[in-house]
């Protein structure tokens, strides 16, 4: 099977951590989930907050490529000590955050564009490699370095 491209969903402060980590999750760490993902598989995550209890933030947050064939479990997070989640390997490039309101308008898979959040409430899913090149080159463009 060729390479497919995915969205997770995860406020910022869970994404900042697996991104320090090297590492992708979904939908709270479930197997099935990073099972279905294959090495060279891409991976965006977008934060509707900063944190569970945080203010909205809205954004792509991370860019990054799966890495091997290993599913592990992983339940040694520094700053989550009580989080346990089934992970895969994943190398992050470094990207400055994107606003979803600047790319709406060009992702196939928003449906209608004046209620977007929808598109948002499934943990992950896939989407196409048009949607893929599109966020990864806006995400670039945000990066200050």
């Not at 910022?12 to 294959?38: D, P, R, W």
Request: glycine share 8%.
């Amino acid at each position: 099977m060729g390479t497919r491209y995915w969205i997770g969903v995860a406020d910022k402060s869970y994404v900042t951590a697996a991104v320090t980590e090297n590492i992708c999750l979904f939908s709270g760490g479930q197997k099935a989930v990073i099972q279905n993902m294959n090495s060279g598989d891409g991976v965006i995550y977008y934060s509707p907050k900063q944190s569970h209890s945080g203010g909205a933030l809205q954004c792509f947050t991370a860019l990054g490529q799966v890495v091997g064939d290993t599913v592990y479990y992983k339940d040694d997070w520094p700053d989550h000590p009580k989080f346990k989640a089934w992970v895969r390997t994943c190398s992050y490039e470094k990207t400055g955050d994107t606003a979803v309101q600047s790319v709406l308008d060009r992702l196939e898979f928003i449906i209608d564009t004046t209620d977007w959040g929808v598109s948002f409430e499934q943990a992950q899913f896939e989407i196409s490699e048009n949607d893929f090149n599109m966020l990864a080159k806006a995400m670039r463009s945000e990066c200050s370095d």
